[in-house]
């Protein structure tokens, strides 16, 4: 039976007659139907030459009505169903486009909030570097504008030279940010600078690892040796004044271990004033020179208090992050060198892991490395010991230097410090750690000592892995609070140490006050 399936056309051949007449005329071909047409007319004119002309007309003229009107019909459903036949095709074709696009559209919305989500993440972030920028140029510019208006009314600035020069060091930063307010003019000085000193300059020496850095044997090192201690020897002469800051009993690479003693013993004898952080260093290096007690100037480390950005909120930034309340993060800072002890820290944190199963627990090494053969041959220790671990992600070597922006969010979202030194006296780290109130895991020395007792400060003994391991076992069940006692924090303040430690310089060199 013929039939349309489309509603909207289906009541045009409702009639069981109309489909089964629709379905015959559907048969007869068009040359079929040129006959029909043609007999139609015959018998139409046969009937004109007959008696009963009007039945034959009338039969005829009905033939041909029903003829075209069969054909106009059909040749309508015809159409009608090709149409139809068309708009489903397209109607499904538009239902599949449409479900596409409602899928990428879905997809498009996700990566859209994602992108706000990072975007405001990223607007509070720079909020917060602008607001600690702003304040670093505010206290710049305050210290510039005390300077200026304290310049004209001062005598004649004095000059004092640093070497080596440390541009980047932020503890020098520290150390001599107030000495232009108190009548000094800092100057970097590299070794050709010192022809240039005149009588009445301060030269101030710092690290001597530099001094012996270029010799290749134990014989040019003492070569390079006498060279220092007579050119250090002919400033004094000239009536230039000498400080010599010591920062640890020898340097953490010595290579050439009688030709350094010897450097620092002869500089001890030749400087006027020897700058010292703690009065316990003045015992921690006596088996290896002696610092004549009335050359001794205490000045201790500051803390890097207005430096870094202290006003980011942990919980925020471990939270942007993607830090759950089960993350434990271990950080060491600083240098990526021999003496930090990082391997050791590798290889407990399996033991870590077992004792904190329900924890995840991750340690970030960040800090340069420089170009020595012996540090390049350390970092590549240590990746040979993250690689084999069994699960080397959870130990990052970031081998860069830290900004000072991001420097202060590590700090802020550790849980702990870690550096476990085989050597070493006084610790910048330390110190930084404490300006954030970081629970920190050092080795133990009597400098370290007199500073742990202000904060939440662990010390174990040099070399002990299982005292490193309880320590630092210790403090993540624990989790000590951040507190660091008021008067530590007001004591080791960047001005007030730079302040006290030039006017002492004044006092101890007899130059005029202001």
Same mark, same amino acid.
């Given at each position: 039976?013929?039939?349309?399936?489309?509603?909207?056309?289906?009541?045009?051949?409702?009639?069981?007659?109309?489909?089964?007449?629709?379905?015959?005329?559907?048969?007869?071909?068009?040359?079929?139907?040129?006959?029909?047409?043609?007999?139609?007319?015959?018998?139409?004119?046969?009937?004109?030459?007959?008696?009963?002309?009007?039945?034959?007309?009338?039969?005829?003229?009905?033939?041909?009505?029903?003829?075209?009107?069969?054909?106009?019909?059909l040749e309508l459903l015809r159409w009608r169903q090709r149409t139809h036949g068309r708009y489903q095709r397209l109607l499904t074709r538009n239902?599949?486009?449409?479900?596409?696009?409602?899928?990428?559209?879905?997809?498009?919305i996700g990566l859209v909030r994602r992108e706000q989500n990072l975007a405001a993440r990223n607007k509070r972030l720079a909020s917060e570097l602008?607001?600690?920028?702003?304040?670093?140029?505010?206290?710049?510019?305050?210290?510039?504008?005390?300077?200026?208006?304290?310049?004209?009314?001062?005598?004649?600035?004095?000059?004092?030279?640093?070497?080596?020069?440390?541009?980047?060091?932020?503890?020098?930063?520290?150390?001599?940010?107030?000495?232009?307010?108190?009548?000094?003019?800092?100057?970097?000085?590299?070794?050709?600078?010192?022809?240039?000193?005149?009588?009445?300059?301060?030269?101030?020496?710092?690290?001597?690892?530099?001094?012996?850095?270029?010799?290749?044997?134990?014989?040019?090192?003492?070569?390079?040796?006498?060279?220092?201690?007579?050119?250090?020897?002919?400033?004094?002469?000239?009536?230039?004044?000498?400080?010599?800051?010591?920062?640890?009993?020898?340097?953490?690479?010595?290579?050439?271990?009688?030709?350094?003693?010897?450097?620092?013993?002869?500089?001890?004898?030749?400087?006027?004033?020897?700058?010292?952080?703690?009065?316990? !260093?003045? &015992?921690?290096?006596?088996? #290896?020179? =002696?610092? $004549?007690?009335?050359?001794? *100037?205490? @000045?201790?480390?500051?803390?890097?208090?207005?430096?870094?950005?202290?006003?980011?909120?942990?919980?925020?930034?471990?939270r942007d992050l993607g830090f759950g309340a089960d993350d434990v993060l271990l950080i060491g800072l600083g240098s990526i060198r021999p003496y930090?002890?990082?391997?050791?820290?590798?290889?407990?944190?399996?033991?870590?892991?077992?004792?904190?199963?329900?924890?995840?627990?991750?340690?970030?090494?960040?800090?340069?490395?420089?170009?020595?053969?012996?540090?390049?041959?350390?970092?590549? !220790?240590? &990746?040979?010991?993250?690689? #084999?671990? =069994?699960? $080397?992600?959870?130990?990052? *070597?970031? @081998?860069?230097?830290?900004?000072?922006?991001?420097?202060?969010?590590?700090?802020?979202?550790?849980?702990?410090?870690?550096?476990?030194?085989?050597?070493?006296?006084?610790?910048?780290?330390?110190?930084?750690?404490?300006?954030?109130?970081?629970?920190?895991?050092?080795?133990?020395?009597?400098?370290?000592?007199?500073?742990?007792?202000?904060?939440?400060?662990?010390?174990?003994?040099?070399?002990?892995?299982?005292?490193?391991?309880?320590?630092?076992?210790?403090?993540?069940?624990?989790?000590?609070?951040?507190?660091?006692?008021?008067?530590?924090?007001?004591?080791?303040?960047?001005?007030?140490?730079? @302040?006290?430690?030039?006017?002492?310089?004044?006092?101890?060199?007899?130059?005029?006050?202001?």
């Open positions: 039976m013929f039939s349309v399936e489309h509603p909207r056309y289906r009541y045009l051949v409702s009639s069981p007659r109309l489909q089964t007449y629709a379905a015959r005329i559907l048969r007869i071909g068009p040359r079929k139907r040129a006959a029909l047409l043609l007999g139609t007319v015959a018998v139409i004119g046969l009937g004109f030459l007959s008696n009963d002309w009007f039945v034959t007309t009338m039969v005829g003229f009905g033939g041909v009505v029903l003829l075209a009107t069969g054909t106009a019909v239902i599949q486009i449409t479900d596409q696009l409602e899928r990428q559209h879905e997809k498009h602008a607001l600690w920028t702003r304040d670093q140029d505010e206290d710049r510019n305050w210290r510039d504008l005390r300077s200026a208006l304290v310049s004209p009314c001062a005598p004649a600035r004095q000059r004092l030279f640093v070497f080596p020069p440390g541009n980047e060091n932020d503890y020098l930063k520290l150390l001599y940010q107030e000495f232009p307010m108190h009548g000094f003019e800092v100057i970097p000085a590299k070794p050709a600078a010192m022809d240039g000193l005149r009588r009445g300059d301060i030269f101030h020496l710092h690290w001597t690892k530099w001094m012996l850095a270029r010799c290749k044997s134990e014989t040019e090192a003492h070569d390079a040796v006498d060279v220092w201690l007579e050119r250090l020897n002919a400033l004094r002469r000239q009536g230039v004044h000498l400080i010599w800051s010591v920062h640890e009993e020898l340097p953490h690479e010595c290579n050439y271990l009688a030709a350094e003693l010897r450097l620092r013993r002869g500089i001890c004898e030749l400087v006027d004033i020897v700058h010292v952080l703690d009065e316990a !260093t003045a &015992e921690l290096v006596r088996d #290896s020179f =002696e610092i $004549p007690a009335k050359k001794e *100037l205490i @000045a201790p480390h500051p803390t890097y208090a207005g430096t870094l950005p202290d006003h980011l909120r942990r919980e925020s930034l471990r930090k002890g990082y391997e050791r820290v590798i290889k407990l944190l399996p033991q870590l892991n077992e004792s904190f199963p329900s924890k995840r627990i991750r340690f970030l090494i960040a800090g340069n490395v420089q170009a020595d053969p012996e540090v390049q041959a350390y970092r590549r !220790t240590l &990746e040979e010991l993250i690689a #084999s671990l =069994e699960r $080397p992600e959870s130990v990052v *070597l970031h @081998a860069r230097k830290v900004s000072r922006y991001y420097l202060g969010v590590l700090l802020q979202i550790a849980d702990l410090s870690v550096a476990p030194y085989t050597s070493g006296g006084n610790s910048g780290v330390l110190m930084l750690n404490m300006t954030f109130g970081l629970p920190t895991v050092i080795t133990a020395n009597p400098i370290i000592d007199s500073i742990a007792v202000n904060g939440p400060v662990t010390t174990c003994p040099a070399g002990d892995d299982d005292a490193l391991l309880a320590g630092i076992t210790r403090v993540l069940a624990d989790s000590p609070s951040r507190q660091i006692k008021p008067e530590f924090s007001a004591q080791y303040a960047p001005d007030k140490v730079s @302040a006290d430690f030039a006017e002492a310089l004044r006092q101890r060199l007899g130059l005029p006050s202001l």
